[in-house]
């Protein structure tokens, strides 16, 4: 069973940045698609952006154009950068691998979270 481990959250004022990782144990980490997801307090888990092994990339409308998923193979790492926080991107952010190359296929691993908090 693959282990994720994400880091790099955090408290950050609005409009500031931050950038997660989450590092996958073992092999055949590039074969996998990978993704975010996040929890605000009372609120349902959602996803907020995922990358397909081949590099394509997907956003949940409230973060596009200001979250970017990336990966790095070769360090079995994925990343999310996230520019001009709002006070509502507030959450637990959870890393997940998933069954396969593609982000249609659910997820079978995730990470412990990392914690975000946007607040002035």
């Known amino acids: 069973q693959v282990q994720l481990v994400e880091s790099g959250g955090g408290l950050v004022q609005p409009g500031g940045s931050l950038r997660l990782s989450c590092v996958a144990s073992?092999?055949?980490?590039?074969?996998?698609?990978m993704a975010w997801d996040r929890q605000a307090p009372g609120k349902e888990r959602e996803l907020v952006a995922g990358i397909t092994s081949s590099g394509n990339t997907m956003y949940a409308g409230a973060v596009k154009g200001r979250f970017t998923i990336s990966r790095d193979n070769a360090k079995n790492t994925v990343y999310l950068q996230m520019n001009n926080l709002k006070p509502e991107d507030t959450g637990v952010y959870y890393c997940n691998r998933r069954r396969g190359p593609m982000l249609t296929q659910t997820a079978d691993s995730w990470g412990q979270g990392t914690q975000v908090t946007v607040s002035s």
């Open positions: 073992g092999s055949g980490f590039s074969i996998y698609a």
